[in-house]
């Protein structure tokens, strides 16, 4: 994750990039990271046992998949393999159904979801760490695979669900905790329960039955319910590659 800084007052830079727009570039990674250093943030699977969650064995569980070991390949160093910059080289990318993009055209730079490289996650962690209860929360948590239908990995999805219920329990005024709706909606038949898709339809001249239920999803005419339902199925990538390939996602885990 590498931030470039901007040279300031240079506002015309926008496409293609011009390296001499910028000033310098943050690896907010490795900030990430120490930071969490400076202020005593537990090890990774420290902060899974403090969230509830079941500490993980090793490497190979944290990012769900993959060898511990690094492959043996003539473009890598024997033994220095995680110092090897060949090892982070992408050996092969897929789009979102799961289909092969060739290295180095146009659609690897459009439409990459998953990818290959020379080597696995799990053995890159394993060699820069040496033992799963070493490894920092900040990693960990970035390289575990998503939880279905989520963008975060367990020990992420933990936190910010227990952050955001602690807002919602300590808010008085949040919605949830005004019986007075209820009653509204038993008397007066006044259903605070709306939506998107039926907010756009009430305040738009766009019809209910031309929306999607969720409107943040593309949808092959699929309407959106009067009750808030969706219909929508929404099928999941086959995986790309051979049996038992390790895949990285293009989502951070890299």
Request: aromatic content about 8%; proline content about 7%.
């Amino acid at each position: 994750m590498l931030f470039q800084v901007p040279k300031p007052g240079n506002t015309g830079c926008i496409e293609p990039v011009d390296p001499a727009c910028f000033s310098g570039v943050v690896d907010l990674g490795a900030v990430d990271i120490d930071r969490g250093r400076d202020h005593g943030m537990p090890s990774y699977n420290a902060l899974r046992q403090a969230y509830g969650l079941a500490p993980k064995a090793n490497f190979a569980a944290v990012v769900g998949s993959g060898s511990e070991t690094f492959p043996r390949d003539p473009k890598l160093t024997p033994g220095d393999e995680v110092n090897d910059p060949d090892s982070l080289d992408f050996t092969a990318l897929f789009d979102i159904n799961g289909n092969a993009i060739p290295l180095g055209s146009d659609a690897a730079q459009t439409s990459a979801v998953n990818a290959r490289r020379r080597t696995g996650l799990a053995a890159r962690l394993r060699a820069t760490y040496g033992t799963v209860n070493r490894l920092d929360a900040f990693v960990g948590m970035m390289a575990e695979p998503h939880v279905p239908g989520s963008e975060f990995g367990e020990l992420q999805l933990a936190i910010w669900k227990k952050q955001f219920l602690a807002l919602r329990d300590g808010d008085r005024f949040f919605y949830g905790n005004q019986p007075v709706l209820t009653d509204i909606r038993n008397i007066l038949g006044i259903d605070y329960r709306r939506t998107l898709a039926q907010v756009i339809a009430a305040n738009t001249d766009i019809p209910i039955g031309d929306l999607n239920a969720n409107v943040f999803v593309v949808g092959s005419g699929v309407a959106a319910s009067g009750n808030g339902g969706s219909s929508m199925v929404m099928a999941s990538a086959p995986s790309p590659g051979r049996a038992g390939a390790p895949i990285d996602n293009l989502d951070g885990r890299l």
